[in-house]
């Protein structure tokens, strides 16, 4: 028994994470297959291949493909499930959840309403039969700016169905948030949370605009901060979550190494991190992955990967005395875990 026991056995949560791009490879291919979706890809050996990407321009591309391959209420449900038994298998406690509704409204014909009904159908099975507990942050596309109100509208009105926050994605570059402040301010007002992507593809500007445009609570992302020591210092100053996500940094060539990774510089410098997937199986990683990552290449230990997972709780929109709950827990089982497998 070693580290990736404690790791794949201890609770974790999750906060950066694609729903789309986390369906499963071989749910992909059953859905295009059902669906009439044509895939450059026939096999998982194929898929592997599609899920090697030249730049950012590339990876949205796929996306986008994968994102056509469902059709139905049913298909919605059927992959929030599949979500839901991922994290199970990871020991993922809670999770919050990007979903992309207006691409699927536009592929689909389908009114928001159901397709929302479809992955609520899901969550709530993955629930019953798992345990775990996931929510939904609901994610402009940035390249559609016209998109953006009547998602923001679309989530204020959902915040009984699972909805806690509103999300900006999608290409960074030539899409500041600053226009995107109305569809934020709109959502804010109905009590919703701010997380746009930040800092990933455009540097620190960036994540400037989404605090003071769009008065972003987390960043998704947010690395490129580290350009900028203002910005570092404002972000360690006030304990401003960043969602960071290193393989996905990899994959889509924000960095060059692991080792050239800015994850444990801004860690050192006291900075809220939390570890986070992105689009799992689009980089060939999972969030146990990500914690083994860290470990080799960043020398985090057992008690820094505690703090990490304790950080993602922390920075969740879970209410305060869930925190408290959950966080009195993890803590007993970290001890538990400590003791049966490193000891
Ligand atoms: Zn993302």
Redesign the pocket.
């Given at each position: 028994m070693g580290l990736r026991d404690f790791v794949a056995a201890m609770p974790k949560v999750e906060l950066?994470v694609?729903l789309e791009g986390s369906i499963r490879p071989a749910t992909l291919l059953t859905l295009a297959r059902r669906n009439g979706v044509s895939l450059p890809a026939g096999d998982l050996e194929g898929l592997r291949a599609f899920y090697r990407f030249a730049d950012f321009d590339h990876f949205i591309r796929v996306y986008m493909l994968i994102s056509s391959c469902l059709k139905t209420p049913a298909d919605f449900g059927l992959v929030a499930y599949e979500f839901g038994a991922d994290m199970a298998r990871q020991n993922i406690r809670y999770a919050e959840v990007?979903f992309s509704p207006h691409t699927h409204v536009a592929y689909t014909g389908l009114p928001f309403d159901e397709i929302l009904a479809g992955l609520n159908d899901g969550r709530a099975r993955a629930k019953e039969d798992f345990g775990i507990d996931f929510a939904w942050v609901l994610d402009i596309v940035r390249d559609d700016p016209e998109t953006s109100y009547p998602v923001a509208v679309w989530a204020a009105n959902s915040r009984d169905e699972g909805v806690v926050a509103l999300g900006l994605?999608g290409t960074e570059r030539g899409h500041p948030p600053q226009g995107f402040a109305d569809a934020f301010a709109l959502a804010r007002e109905a009590g919703l949370h701010s997380v746009p992507?930040a800092g990933e593809v455009a540097g620190p500007e960036s994540v400037w605009s989404a605090l003071r445009a769009l008065g972003a609570e987390r960043i998704?992302?947010g690395v490129r901060c580290v350009e900028d020591p203002a910005l570092v210092a404002y972000l360690a100053e006030r304990q401003i979550p960043l969602e960071v996500?290193p393989t996905?940094n990899l994959c889509l060539g924000v960095y060059p190494s692991y080792a050239q990774h800015p994850f444990r510089a801004l860690w050192d410098r006291g900075l809220h991190l939390t570890a986070n997937s992105?689009?799992p199986p689009m980089f060939n990683t999972d969030l146990v992955g990500e914690y083994m990552a860290l470990s080799e290449h960043m020398d985090f230990d057992a008690p820094a990967l505690e703090r990490l997972s304790l950080n993602a709780l922390r920075a969740s929109f879970l209410s305060r005395s869930r925190k408290q709950e959950m966080a009195d827990t993890f803590r007993n089982e970290f001890r538990d875990l400590r003791n049966q497998v490193l000891a």
């Open positions: 950066h694609h990007t994605g992507h998704g992302h996500c996905s992105d689009d």
